[in-house]
């Protein structure tokens, strides 16, 4: 299994950024994808989550009206598509999914809102 982000940057508040996760090595389609992020000197907290098929789709109430999760599963793609950024905002984002009970995730893009 792998997973690669991409899309982070710098981005000014009140922007908008799209986050790209990128998988492989399993039947992609099959399987629920979590978004997590980790800001500096805090514990990794959930952001969003949605099922097989695009069924079932969750936020954590920081990001609740404002972030959207999408899958293309003939990408294998899960898509974070984040507006009104704020600088709480700022945070190294993950993908996760579970497999066979294995644990997998990305390496992380970073994602900075500032003036």
């Known amino acids: 299994v792998q997973l690669v982000e991409s899309g982070g940057a710098l981005v000014q508040p009140g922007g908008s950024l799209r986050l790209s996760c990128v998988a492989s090595?399993?039947?992609?389609?099959?399987?629920?994808l979590r978004w997590y992020r980790q800001a500096p000197g805090k514990e990794r907290e959930f952001v969003a989550f949605?099922?097989?098929?695009?069924?079932?789709?969750t936020y954590g109430d920081s990001v609740k009206d404002r972030f959207i999760i999408e899958r293309d599963d003939a990408k294998n793609t899960v898509y974070l598509q984040m507006n009104s950024l704020k600088p709480e905002d700022t945070a190294v984002y993950y993908c996760?999914?579970?497999?066979?009970?294995?644990?997998?995730w990305g390496v992380g893009t970073q994602v900075t809102v500032s003036s």
């Open positions: 996760r999914v579970i497999v066979d009970r294995i644990v997998s």
């Open positions: 090595g399993f039947l992609f389609s099959d399987y629920p």
């Open positions: 949605i099922g097989s098929f695009g069924q079932d789709i």
